[in-house]
């Protein structure tokens, strides 16, 4: 299992990669250079790039989402959207579509789960921009990339903090017993050892008594410290 420390490394190294993939895909879709990116990436092994018509159907895909999703379908060209997507992810993908058709030159990021082909899905994150041409809408221009891991990542770095936070309550609960339930009777105890102390007893009595209230002493000294480093 992966250490804490590395966790928060893995999560802090996918967060930058993120916000890079993020800051070349504006670059690229800002400058509406569709037909040069689509050539540059057609081939890549990172991104996803889709276009679909005006009715929503795949107008063209590259090789890296071709290979990811055609198990729905030999052929995915010409096809709805939709077939590719988690059926509670469609309304998200729609109205991201719909504010591209009413903002046009802006970008849209979006968040969708994809089927995997193993009845699971795949969680991969887009900008949107509408295709323009001669002044008229073609349909929609879609980069994106898979973010499975880094939201893996994310809920496994959620799970530590909430499990740490029971711990750490675990361990207040520890120091009140330690420093009121345990302690209580040990007092008594001791304050009984020095009460008879008083008193006169033969030499094997008083050796005994000795020798109680040392182990009482060690054994308040060990919760002591343990209460103290229960409470950081």
Not at 21 to 27: E, V
Not at 90 to 107: D, F, M, N, Q, T
Not at 158 to 166: A, G, P, R
Request: glycine content about 6%; aromatic content about 8%; hydrophobic content about 40%.
């Amino acid at each position: 299992m992966i250490k804490l420390e590395s966790k928060f490394l893995i999560k802090k190294l996918f967060l930058i990669a993120a916000l890079l993939h993020s800051q070349i895909i504006t670059t690229m879709l800002n400058n509406y250079n569709f037909e040069s990116t689509k050539h540059l990436l057609h081939n890549s092994n990172f991104y996803y790039i889709i276009c679909t018509d005006i009715h929503g159907n795949y107008s063209y895909i590259n090789n890296r989402y071709a290979n990811s999703f055609t198990h729905l379908t030999a052929d995915l060209i010409g096809k709805p959207f939709v077939i590719t997507i988690h059926p509670d992810d469609i309304k998200v993908c729609e109205e991201a579509g719909a504010r591209c058709y009413s903002h046009p030159g802006e970008l849209f990021p979006v968040t969708i789960r994809k089927h995997n082909g193993e009845g699971g899905y795949v969680i991969t994150q887009w900008e949107f921009t509408l295709i323009v041409e001669e002044g008229e809408p073609q349909g929609i221009f879609c980069l994106g990339y898979d973010i499975t891991e880094i939201e893996i990542i994310k809920k496994e770095v959620i799970n530590i903090n909430e499990d740490l936070h029971t711990k750490n309550n675990r361990l207040g609960e520890i120091a009140y017993e330690q420093s009121h339930l345990v302690r209580a009777p040990l007092s008594n105890i001791m304050g009984l050892v020095t009460v008879l102390k008083n008193h006169d007893m033969d030499a094997n009595t008083a050796t005994i008594l000795s020798l109680m209230e040392e182990s009482c002493l060690q054994l308040d000294a060990v919760i002591r410290n343990i209460t103290n480093k229960s409470k950081g």
